[in-house]
């Protein structure tokens, strides 16, 4: 395993691949509405990253992929293919948008509610998004991705909630997927130490059923394996001296993290 210790050069660059990424999910978002189609919001989506950003999405040919961006719907764990189908109120979607600029790459994702879902779709949006900042807030150095892992497992099995194990997050730079892998569950004090000037994801994918999943046909769509609804938030973290920086924070989640 090879976990590269980026920069300051390298960091000044992930800095600005995650600003545009995490800036593509806030410009999507009045769009995300009823009747919309994934693929014409991976159009958009596609168009702002090329001409407006001069940037690369990153999905579009990865190992095949066909489109700019994933867009994961109620059951689909990850990896969904944006198409012509229409999103409808009560719906839980995940867009999860990479972009290359400069040759580092910033990766992110949310969940949007479509109108207004179930209560337990709401709720699991929720945790999943809770689970990822609880995972966010043991980064530092000393800290252990192990550390990272239980965090974010035992608070969404604490909720009645399971963790995908199959997908994990990943360091990050000038390759989408580098070493290390960060799995969304473990022990404390288990795997890798952190040190600062490490990039990586941490990306939970969290399922109202059981943890278990399948992959369609199509050789990229995760769906639950149970049918149940699945939820993913995902952010772009750099190990700093003294603790971590969120290099995908949007504009809207600046007010909740002192000192961003
Ligand atoms: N963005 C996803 C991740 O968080 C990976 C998508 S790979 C693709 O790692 F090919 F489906 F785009
Ligand atoms: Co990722
Ligand atoms: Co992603």
């Known amino acids: 395993m090879s976990v590269h210790i980026k920069t300051p050069e390298a960091i000044e660059r992930m800095r600005v691949a995650g600003r545009l990424a995490a800036e593509v999910l806030d410009m999507i978002a009045p769009y995300v509405q009823p009747d919309v189609t994934t693929e014409e919001l991976d159009l958009r989506c596609h ?7 001069g940037s690369i999405p990153a999905p579009l040919n990865y190992r095949g992929f066909p489109k700019s961006i994933c867009t994961s719907v109620n059951h689909v764990v ?66 252990t991705l192990g550390d990272i892992g239980h965090a974010v497992q035992q608070f969404v099995e604490a909720q009645g909630y399971s963790v995908v194990r199959e997908y994990c997050g990943h360091g990050i730079g000038r390759e989408f997927h580098e070493d290390p892998q960060v799995l969304h569950y473990g022990k404390p004090g288990e795997g890798l130490v952190l040190r600062p000037g490490m990039c990586f994801t941490i990306e939970p994918m969290v399922n109202a059923g059981k943890r278990f999943i399948k992959l369609l046909p199509d050789g990229w769509t995760v769906v639950t394996k149970d049918r149940s609804l699945s939820a993913q938030w995902e952010h772009t973290l750099l190990v700093t001296p003294d603790g971590h920086e969120v290099l995908t924070l949007r504009a809207d989640e600046r007010a909740a993290v002192p000192g961003a």
């Open 47 to 53: 168009e702002h990253i090329v001409k407006v950003q």
């Open 78 to 143: 990850c990896h969904g293919i944006p198409a012509n189908k229409r999103l409808k109120k009560g719906d839980i979607v995940n867009l999860d948008i990479t972009v290359i600029k400069d040759g580092y790459h910033g990766d992110t994702s949310m969940m949007f509610c479509v109108g207004e879902p179930s209560i337990l779709a709401r709720r699991l949006v929720k945790v999943t998004r809770e689970a990822l900042w609880r995972g966010i807030s043991v980064v530092r150095p000393g800290a």
